[in-house]
């Protein structure tokens, strides 16, 4: 079986999947804050474009990817697949472990499949501005690099935390043109309120969303454009899963274990909803204990952000106004996650698991020395229970096929390698 299973630029998708035909139930629907009344689609239009509304409530299974966003998919699209055969003989696991690596994209990570797609569509309909939040500078990098494509302008609100742990990822979205502000910022209310109340406030995504959404309702001719947690996100990624079939398929194996870290969920939806209806397939949802949302939150209504200005969603949360610590996995800080994935939670569909960071960091040390990647820390949460789960077939001498998502490389991520090598982690 060949390490590496690549696919044919010919081959990558030409339609993303959506989920929302397939989910056991019909997902509640967001609510308007003022009226707690399901959210009228025309009232989004003041932060997004009309197509993108039309896919976060689209019932098609398919949805074609538009020319111009494949075009720009086959700078790094398709992304590989490998079989970790190194990682297999140092566990001495039986197990096949296949990971797909989305580290090759020019920012580095997953979240350009997405980024792209939003860009155009923005784009197409004459907006000039977009605004964000973003916790590791994954998702801000990403938009920066698709803006800069489509000759827009770009405000990232970068978690305070992240913008200080990780100055490389605010200089790579500075190359691309876009504008990086330390949230919370005195530049927007949301922002005043928190460094009122806590002058030294580490910032979260809550908040960095609630700076970027009011930037974008206060401002003409700007849209704001969101990372994970909204189905059209989500389903953006699936590009990720739609090719991992063909290259199983290719392998010859079927997967028993699909494993993705989640923050808000846009990285293990994208590797995991195409294979949702597939029986017999455990899939697994992992993510930090410092933010255990999926393990200990509650599954209600609650805003998107801290401030309260986003629609609310039926998900599960730890509150809006809960600040994680300021782990060094700053994609994974979130106070919520995507209503669809929280629904395949609430049904068992999906298995939630809660990681230390330091069990996290040892994963990502054994995956460096063993494969040679080193890994984004959101994605080392994804390496440690692929460890265990093959540790688990090895005891039970099973030959499982463990799939997991590697959504980005960890090159702006050394400081905090250097500070667990040190001992400095927590």
């Not at 997004?48 to 111009?68: A, D, T, V």
């Not at 970790?84 to 696991?93: H, N, S, V």
């Not at 999906?350 to 994605?379: C, N, Y």
């Not at 490389?409 to 050394?414: I, K, Q």
């Amino acid at each position: 079986m060949e390490k590496k299973i690549m696919l044919d630029e010919n081959e990558m998708p030409d339609r993303w999947y959506n989920i929302l035909p397939d989910l056991p139930e019909p997902l509640p629907p967001p609510l308007d804050p003022e009226t707690n009344e399901p959210m009228k689609p025309e009232k989004l239009e003041a932060i997004f474009p009309k197509e993108l509304i039309r896919q976060e409530m689209s019932e098609e299974r398919y949805i074609p990817i538009p020319k111009e966003v494949r075009d720009i998919y086959l700078l790094w699209r398709p992304t590989p697949l490998i079989r970790a055969t190194r990682l297999e003989e140092y566990l001495k696991t039986p197990a096949k472990i296949f990971y797909k690596y989305e580290g090759t994209s020019p920012p580095g990570s997953h979240k350009p499949n997405t980024a792209v797609a939003q860009a155009y569509y923005n784009a197409k309909e004459g907006i000039e501005r977009l605004t964000t939040e973003t916790g590791a500078g994954q998702w801000g990098s990403a938009l920066a690099f698709a803006t800069r494509l489509f000759d827009m302008e770009c405000r990232v609100y970068m978690v305070r935390t992240s913008y200080h742990q990780k100055p490389y990822r605010r200089v790579l979205m500075e190359l691309w043109n876009a504008e990086v502000i330390p949230s919370p910022s005195n530049l927007t209310e949301s922002g005043r309120r928190i460094l009122e109340k806590d002058p030294d406030s580490p910032g979260s995504l809550g908040i960095a969303i609630s700076e970027a959404v009011e930037d974008a309702v206060k401002n003409d001719n700007t849209n704001y454009s969101l990372g994970s947690v909204l189905n059209h996100v989500l389903l953006h990624q699936t590009v990720i899963g739609l090719e991992a079939e063909k290259q199983l398929e290719i392998a010859g194996v079927e997967p028993d274990i699909m494993i993705g870290c989640v923050g808000g969920g846009s990285n293990f939806a994208g590797l995991v909803y195409p294979f949702i209806r597939k029986d017999g397939v455990e899939f697994i949802a992992v993510e930090p204990e410092s933010c255990p949302t999926l393990t200990k939150g509650e599954y209600r209504y609650d805003f998107g952000d801290t401030a309260g200005l986003t629609p609310l969603l039926k998900m599960y949360t730890l509150g809006k106004d809960f600040v994680p610590p300021p782990i060094h996995a700053g994609g994974l800080r979130y106070h919520g996650d995507a209503p669809t994935l929280s629904l395949l939670v609430k049904h068992g569909i999906v298995k939630a698991r809660a990681v230390a960071q330091l069990d996290t960091f040892r994963a990502g040390k054994i995956f460096a020395e063993t494969e040679g990647i080193v890994p984004a820390p959101e994605s080392t949460h994804a390496i440690k229970v692929a460890i265990d789960e093959a540790l688990k077939a090895k005891e039970k001498g099973e030959e499982k096929v463990i799939v997991f998502n590697l959504s980005g490389h960890g090159h702006f991520d050394l400081k905090a390698y250097q500070d667990f090598m040190e001992g400095k982690l927590s």
